[in-house]
């Protein structure tokens, strides 16, 4: 922008007289900096009230999409606090997709991502909490293990502010700042947090230990491993040792102190990942990791809660 006035002050200077170009070119430059020093005010403006208003949030994707190979879809959402910001896993099969988990369900998939509806996907839920089921009713084929499809159908303990959300869950911040939104800024213009909560839903397909998923070219084994919740599973494709983990592991503190977790059976389920040949794993937050991370963080979680 500078440089287009300064252009215009030496335009002004050089011109001769008579140019009519001249006022043109010098208006538009001033015109031009006065946009610009109103846009830059409008921006500042913006960024103080966003989480307010939400009026920025039509710039912005709420949902990202990575390719992680393979015909695999890592899709998250940003603008959620890290303790809700989950990781969903949209596979593609010669049949039929699947999508493991469904996010927070802030804002609906149909509508943000259409493409993922067009093959009538599989919803596979790995546990019922609202990071992970937020969407899942969009879906007409549902998923997930049976100790699971009870808190399903009554309704997820859903809220978007912090404090409700930790009571709720039953979490104790042990004097840590709980945050006010767990969002950082609303998805559309008079978005009403309050009204956010997760819909009852039933489940189509009760899955077990040991059921295998075909979607053409792509099978999966389910994996039972409660702990995190009474059940937690997690899926193997065993062609490619892909172990998409849920929040059963992920690279990061694993929270096991949930009124329905169980450190006995986490334990348990931490001794069959520790011994797992795998060779690369998606999980429900955080980045993914090779058998080696899985190892270490599996050998880390018994050594915290046991000897192991």
């Not at 493991?100 to 802030?106: K, N, T």
């Not at 049976?146 to 399903?152: C, N, R, V, Y």
């Not at 009403?192 to 009760?206: G, H, I």
Request: charged fraction near 25%.
């Amino acid at each position: 922008m500078a440089v287009v006035v300064v252009m215009a002050f030496v335009w002004e200077a050089i011109a001769p007289d008579g140019d009519l170009r001249a006022p043109l070119i010098i208006g538009a430059a001033y015109g031009l900096l006065g946009f610009g020093m109103w846009r830059r005010h409008l921006c500042r403006q913006g960024s103080k009230r966003h989480r307010r208003t939400g009026t920025l949030a039509d710039m912005v994707d709420w949902y990202t999409q990575a390719d992680a190979g393979g015909d695999i879809i890592r899709i998250s959402e940003p603008h959620v606090n890290e303790l809700l910001s989950a990781n969903f896993w949209w596979l593609r099969g010669n049949d039929r997709d699947m999508v493991i988990d469904a996010g927070l369900g802030v804002v609906a998939l149909r509508e943000a991502i259409p493409g993922l509806f067009e093959r009538d996907p599989m919803v596979l839920l790995t546990h019922a909490h609202l990071d992970h089921v937020g969407g899942a009713a969009e879906f007409a084929d549902r998923a997930a293990h049976p100790a699971e499809a009870e808190l399903l159908a009554t309704g997820v303990p859903a809220s978007l502010y912090g404090a409700e959300l930790y009571d709720k869950l039953g979490i104790d911040a042990a004097g840590e700042p709980v945050p006010e939104l767990m969002i950082d800024v609303l998805p559309s213009p008079g978005y009403d947090p309050a009204a956010y909560r997760v819909e009852p839903m039933t489940v189509s397909r009760m899955l077990d230990d040991g059921d295998r998923i075909d979607l053409g070219g792509r099978e999966l084994t389910v994996l039972h491993l409660p702990g995190h919740t009474p059940g937690s599973i997690a899926l193997l494709e065993e062609r490619t040792g892909t172990l998409y983990s849920g929040d059963i592991i992920y690279d990061g503190y694993l929270i096991d102190n949930l009124p329905n977790s169980d450190v006995a059976a986490y334990r348990r389920s931490m001794e069959f990942l520790a011994d797992l040949d795998v060779s690369v794993v998606h999980p429900g937050h955080g980045h993914s990791f090779d058998r080696t991370r899985l190892r270490q963080l599996a050998e880390a979680y018994l050594r915290r809660t046991g000897s192991g």
